[in-house]
């Protein structure tokens, strides 16, 4: 029989060590003959990201020496850390950011001293030579240099220059016969969902790029993943039609293969993404989303033919195709990360590869997603995923209404998924309703929804925000008394914002959120140096709307409390944001709190740090609204808790 308890003191079997013991995070997949590879951050061991092989066999082993770990910082987001070819692995070392040639254990360093960092690797083999983006660190004072380079393989490490002048490149790939090479590019103040070009070019004898041509994107039109099919033919993906489509090159112009109201890409926020690739001379393995659920298709190129793959899955990414066989990182609500294969030729056409956690948690406990769109306030649509508070074995009392959970995702161009989200699980678990928003601005609804937060950030996404909490306390599903906001990086502005410009929230969590908006645009790297240009307006031409939107000048205006997660080493949003709001809610005697992390950057990384963080956030929710969290945790000191109640 079920205990009655109140909402947020149940006790669940998903503890805070269940994000981080026995889990890592999965990425990059790649294929190299029969052997398969992929990266794993391991939050057991500070996040190192180590490279993993599994062979034909079925043997795997981890392929970076102890205690190397493979990761770039280009752009700071890094991505496209390593490539592959006949056993030779050549990979961006975190700790010097320098390329390396891996051969068994054996490390030898392919790039030249000096600060730079790489990223997007690919090798021209016949030209013995690594072909890369290149970001110079090298210039004090000045701006970072994007440019795209060729390094020969022996020793001399000889650096040549293939494009330059670009802020951004990505994606440079070279045809399969090597006669021809298209990449990526972009200027500020446009960010690679707003406006990329994609560049073809014919390679020179000596190696050097000529006839260069813009062939696609420009203003407008956002190109992602320029791609070479195994016959020659280029083919890329463009949202000129509103949706994300794949698109392939004729020569003279661009033809659509399967036009749909759905999306073949996402933000480019790290190099390497890849959302097709080519199962073989006529068959495209593809993934698209439509209204928040991935899924995964066979497209015939003959006959331009879509055909949907029954997976199970609705969140898939990282698509890689070889040898007639596709690889892909898949999950739902009830089963968290894997790398799949899929073998059309097959008896078993998914097999499961390698798993992100060893166990996944008994489904009794699981709360599943309800898809929701809401009216805004402003009479608009936006779009979100419900979580009802859900552990069988507790119920509420009968007078009572959960908790609410509003959680906003990053970016802010971003999107919310439906795959198993332990976050998420820990507080349906414990007795919290959840609304994960995809508020105007976020992507898989095309570019006309992305684009309604163009100049309204701080505007749109905490009206849509508000406006959900509001549609569920409205239904009876969520206590309007007891309704907090969280929210990480991007989110982390919307969370606070929300807090300050609206009165729907009472209490909210900010995890290395901004509190400034001028101090982001001063401060920020250089990738998204010019983001807010777009989002805000011109800097400094717009410094009022800055100082408007920005909730560290209108802290009279917040009157509830607030926590505070951040990493010490964050160069996005630098610790000094945190700090500066903290000081502001405690001058005026507003409860807050702050919990720093030494060796954390944008995110953590580290299993004790985020098993820290989720459970001072319950800890502080539970002081807020006045139960008593069931877990056993370290108190966390809030400034001014006697005035809460």
Known sequence: MATT?????????????????????????????????????????????????????????????????????????????????????????DSDQRIYRLIGKELTAISPEGDYRYADLTLDSERQRLICVREGHTDSGTEEKAEIVAIALDSSGETRVLASGADFYSNPRLSPDGTQFCYLCW??????????ECHLAEVSEDGALKNVRMIAGGEDESVFQPQWAPDGELYFVSDRNNWWNLYRWTGEDAETLCHLDAEFATPQWVFGMSTYDFLGPNTVLCTYTQEGYWLLARLDLTHGSLTRIETGMTDISSVRCGGGKGLFLGANAQHNTCLWAFRPEGTEALVPLARSASTDPDHHYLSNPEPMTFETADGEE??????????????????????????????????????????????????????DVNYRGSTGYGRRYRERLKGNWGVTDVIDVSSGAEALAQQGLADPERCAIRGSSAGGYTVLAALTFRDTFQAGASLYGIGDLEALARDTHKFESRYLDTLVGPYPAQQAVYQ?????????????????????????????????????????GIANALVLFPEEGHGFRQGPNIERALEAELYFYGQVFGFTPADNIEPVPIAHLKEIH
Not at 390 to 417: I, K
């Open 5 to 93: 308890a109140p909402y947020g003191s149940w006790a669940s079997p998903i503890k805070a060590q269940t994000l981080t013991q026995g889990t890592v995070r999965l990425s990059e997949p790649a294929i190299d003959g029969d052997d398969i590879y992929w990266l794993e951050s391991r939050p057991s061991e500070k996040g190192r990201s180590v490279l993993v092989r599994l062979n034909a066999q079925g043997l795997r082993q981890d392929v970076t020496p102890h205690p190397h770990s493979v990761r770039t910082r280009a752009n700071e987001y890094g991505g496209g850390s390593y490539c592959v070819q006949d056993g030779v692995v050549y990979c961006v070392l």
């Open 187 to 196: 200027n500020h103040p446009n960010m690679p969902w707003d406006s990329t």
């Open 382 to 435: 936006a779009h979100g995923f419900y979580y009802p508070p859900h552990n069988p074995d507790f119920v509420a009392p009968e007078s009572e209404r959960p908790p609410l959970l509003v959680m906003c995702h990053g970016g802010p161009t971003g999107a919310t998924q439906t795959a198993l989200n332990l976050k998420i699980q820990f507080w349906t678990s414990r007795g919290f309703a959840v609304l």
């Open 548 to 588: 408007e939107r920005s909730p560290i000048r209108h802290i009279e205006q917040l009157q509830c409390p607030v926590i505070f997660l951040q990493g010490e080493e964050d160069k996005i949003v630098p610790p000094n944001q945190a700090e500066a709001m903290v000081k502001a809610l405690t001058d005026k």
